[in-house]
């Protein structure tokens, strides 16, 4: 059987060698130098065209009430009644609790008596005095003629045309007279010193009334701003004493409302500079204040736009960070406090803003953003630039590029540095063709 087997072999092998020697002729021919023709790779790029572009700022902060305030008790006494319905709207001066009164009516209507009183006293000194001041009268009119008399007698006594006596006697009469007139005149004195008395005591009075009229004021808690009330802390019957600690409720008003925002001081000077050198910021309205925009937690845009009210005037040394305050209003109630927002801030327009896709975009192993760029003579050029911020899918990109220079974005692992490449416009599909090297990262890092 083994030469059976040995004759079957030999013509096979004789096929096999037949095979190898025809099969490399029908193939394509090798070039003169041997080596087989390659495709020049193709790439996608985009032509750079500078254009204005607005630059905004997105800071996060949450919503505060434009008025807040917490109602408090101003005298003690058991809560009679509530008369708001908690989560409702409320007006300025709205009753909101009724607080037992009748002690403070009592002390009212005492304060009321007292008042009456000081008044019958004022009037009482008021008699006196009148009264006092005509007896002053009286005095004066009868000391006039004992005066006459005295003086013409001390004349003719000399001469002994009357009697010493009688010139003596009219002296006296003179004196008593004076003597009366200063005791009429110090108890004019006195009942005008007890009229100011009676006035102080009325004065006193109507103090004393007016703080019970308040005090029995207070016993209705009224609303001290207009807004939607909360939650009441305490029910019928409850003890509250004055100025507690504790708010019976609390007021918001958020027609309009705040957010506070901040951003880093370097940031705050960077703002500074553009504002001095450009005269201002972009975005600004008729009054000159920057609007600001803002994006609510579910990631859609408020449709009111805002001002920046004022930026702190100091730094917190703790984060380094100022604070900004933006108004928004809000007529429909659909921000709320505590709400977690984001702001976007017009910070200007720079009119030849240059915009690379992120794509596009790179990390040399130095961690410098650069860009493939394909040059004069259609060979690709590795460029290394300098970018500020995202806009969108976008790089803001402030040195590296010019007007004119084509970037590649797609079909950049075909093409390495010095390599010559096919330009055609992004977003065509390249060729087919064998990759001229190492794949190259296109992930713009952060």
Same mark, same amino acid.
């Given at each position: 059987?083994? &030469?059976?087997?040995? +004759?079957?072999?030999?013509?096979?092998?004789?096929?096999?060698?037949?095979?190898?020697?025809?099969?490399?002729?029908?193939?394509?021919?090798?070039?003169?130098?041997?080596?087989? #023709?390659? *495709?020049?790779?193709?790439?996608g790029?985009?032509?750079i065209?500078?254009? &204005? !572009?607005?630059?905004?700022?997105?800071? %996060?902060?949450?919503? %505060? #009430?434009?008025?807040?305030?917490?109602?408090? #008790?101003?005298?003690?006494?058991?809560?009679? $009644?509530?008369?708001?319905?908690e989560?409702?709207?409320?007006?300025?001066?709205?009753i909101?609790?009724?607080?037992?009164?009748?002690?403070?009516?009592?002390?009212?209507?005492?304060?009321?008596? /007292?008042?009456?009183?000081?008044?019958? /006293?004022?009037?009482?000194? $008021?008699?006196?005095?009148?009264?006092?001041?005509?007896?002053?009268?009286?005095?004066? %009119?009868?000391?006039?003629?004992?005066?006459?008399?005295?003086?013409?007698?001390?004349?003719?006594?000399?001469?002994?045309?009357? +009697?010493?006596?009688?010139?003596?006697?009219?002296?006296?009469?003179? *004196?008593?007279?004076?003597?009366?007139?200063?005791?009429?005149?110090?108890?004019?004195? =006195?009942?005008?010193?007890?009229?100011?008395s009676?006035?102080?005591?009325?004065?006193?009075?109507?103090?004393?009334?007016?703080?019970?009229?308040?005090?029995?004021?207070?016993?209705?808690? !009224?609303?001290?701003?207009?807004?939607?009330?909360?939650?009441?802390?305490?029910?019928?019957?409850?003890?509250?004493?004055?100025? *507690?600690?504790?708010?019976?409720?609390?007021?918001?008003?958020?027609? %309009?409302?705040?957010v506070?925002?901040?951003?880093?001081?370097?940031?705050?000077?960077?703002l500074?500079?553009?504002?001095?050198?450009? =005269?201002?910021?972009?975005?600004?309205?008729?009054?000159?204040?920057?609007?600001?925009?803002?994006?609510?937690?579910?990631?859609?845009?408020? &449709?009111? &736009?805002?001002?920046?009210?004022?930026?702190?005037?100091?730094?917190?040394? +703790?984060?380094?960070?100022?604070?900004?305050?933006?108004?928004?209003?809000?007529?429909?109630?659909?921000?709320?406090?505590?709400?977690?927002v984001?702001?976007?801030?017009?910070?200007?327009?720079?009119?030849?803003?240059?915009? !690379?896709?992120?794509?596009?975009? +790179?990390r040399?192993?130095?961690?410098?953003?650069?860009?493939?760029?394909?040059?004069s003579?259609?060979?690709?050029?590795?460029?290394?630039?300098?970018?500020?911020?995202?806009?969108? $899918?976008?790089?803001?990109?402030? $040195?590296?590029?010019?007007?004119?220079?084509?970037?590649?974005?797609?079909?950049?692992?075909?093409?390495?540095?010095?390599t #010559?490449?096919?330009?055609?416009?992004?977003?065509?599909?390249?060729?087919a063709?064998?990759?001229?090297?190492?794949? *190259?990262? /296109?992930?713009?890092?952060?």
């Amino acid at each position: 059987m083994l &030469p059976k087997f040995k +004759s079957l072999l030999i013509p096979m092998l004789g096929i096999v060698l037949v095979w190898f020697l025809v099969l490399p002729g029908c193939g394509p021919k090798p070039s003169a130098g041997g080596k087989p #023709p390659q *495709q020049t790779p193709e790439v996608g790029v985009v032509v750079i065209t500078p254009g &204005p !572009v607005t630059l905004t700022r997105e800071l %996060s902060g949450r919503t %505060s #009430p434009f008025l807040i305030a917490e109602v408090r #008790p101003q005298v003690g006494g058991i809560i009679q $009644e509530r008369l708001f319905t908690e989560g409702s709207d409320v007006k300025v001066g709205q009753i909101l609790y009724q607080i037992v009164p009748a002690s403070y009516q009592a002390a009212y209507a005492s304060a009321k008596a /007292a008042l009456a009183r000081a008044k019958a /006293a004022h009037a009482g000194a $008021e008699a006196a005095h009148a009264s006092v001041k005509a007896a002053l009268a009286r005095a004066e %009119s009868n000391a006039v003629p004992l005066r006459l008399k005295a003086g013409r007698f001390k004349e003719l006594a000399p001469i002994n045309a009357v +009697s010493t006596q009688d010139a003596d006697d009219a002296t006296a009469a003179m *004196q008593q007279a004076e003597a009366g007139i200063e005791g009429a005149g110090a108890a004019v004195k =006195g009942a005008e010193a007890g009229i100011k008395s009676a006035e102080a005591e009325i004065e006193a009075a109507e103090a004393a009334l007016e703080t019970a009229r308040i005090n029995l004021a207070y016993t209705q808690v !009224v609303a001290p701003i207009s807004g939607r009330i909360g939650k009441s802390t305490v029910t019928t019957g409850a003890l509250v004493t004055a100025s *507690q600690a504790a708010p019976l409720a609390t007021i918001q008003d958020f027609d %309009s409302v705040y957010v506070d925002v901040t951003q880093s001081s370097a940031e705050m000077l960077r703002l500074n500079r553009i504002d001095l050198a450009s =005269g201002g910021m972009g975005g600004k309205n008729a009054a000159g204040q920057a609007r600001v925009k803002l994006v609510l937690e579910d990631g859609t845009a408020y &449709p009111i &736009p805002g001002i920046l009210k004022f930026s702190d005037v100091t730094v917190d040394p +703790s984060t380094g960070s100022v604070t900004l305050r933006t108004v928004f209003s809000n007529p429909q109630h659909l921000l709320l406090p505590g709400m977690f927002v984001r702001t976007i801030l017009e910070e200007g327009v720079r009119e030849q803003a240059i915009l !690379v896709p992120q794509r596009g975009v +790179s990390r040399n192993p130095a961690g410098n953003a650069m860009v493939m760029v394909v040059g004069s003579e259609e060979k690709v050029e590795p460029r290394v630039i300098k970018v500020e911020r995202t806009i969108g $899918e976008n790089w803001l990109v402030s $040195e590296g590029l010019k007007a004119g220079d084509r970037i590649i974005l797609e079909g950049i692992q075909r093409a390495r540095p010095g390599t #010559p490449v096919k330009v055609v416009p992004f977003g065509s599909k390249p060729e087919a063709a064998p990759p001229a090297g190492p794949p *190259q990262s /296109a992930t713009a890092k952060k």
